[in-house]
Nanobody, 121 residues
Framework: QVRLVESGGGLVQAGGSLRLSCTAS????????MGWFRKEREFVAAISQS????YYVDSVKGRFTISRNNAENTVILQMNSLKPEDTAVYYC??????????????????WGQGTQVTVSS
């Protein structure tokens, strides 16, 4: 069992930045692919188990960066140049055992409770 807890959401003006953090507890999350999703589990970003590979949805490329610290069981989503259309609840997710990295929500088994990001225009 893996428990995921997100933090770092909030209200920011367009053009601003937020840093989302996801901390995993229970069975170590460092052996699992990790991802961030938003709204109705729309894919945002993913990172491989080692952190050597990353994926992004086109709409956030160049603005968002996903990273991980396996020693601390954390995954970070740094969000810069935020736009009102980025407003959503953001969810952290951990992949199934055989997944190296994925954009597909069905490849993720553990989910956090979500954190609200609101970008005002």
């Amino acid at each position: 069992q893996v428990r995921l807890v997100e933090s770092g959401g909030g209200l920011v003006q367009a053009g601003g930045s937020l840093r989302l953090s996801c901390t995993a507890s229970g069975r170590t999350g460092s052996s699992l692919a990790m991802g961030w999703f938003r709204k109705e589990r729309e894919f945002v970003a993913a990172i491989s188990q080692s952190g050597g590979a990353t994926y992004y949805v086109d709409s956030v490329k160049g603005r968002f960066t996903i990273s991980r610290n396996n020693a601390e069981n954390t995954v970070i989503l740094q969000m810069n140049s935020l736009k009102p259309e980025d407003t959503a609840v953001y969810y952290c997710a951990a992949g199934r055992d055989n997944i190296v990295i994925s954009r597909m929500r069905d490849d993720y088994y553990y989910w956090g409770q979500g954190t609200q990001v609101t970008v005002s225009s």
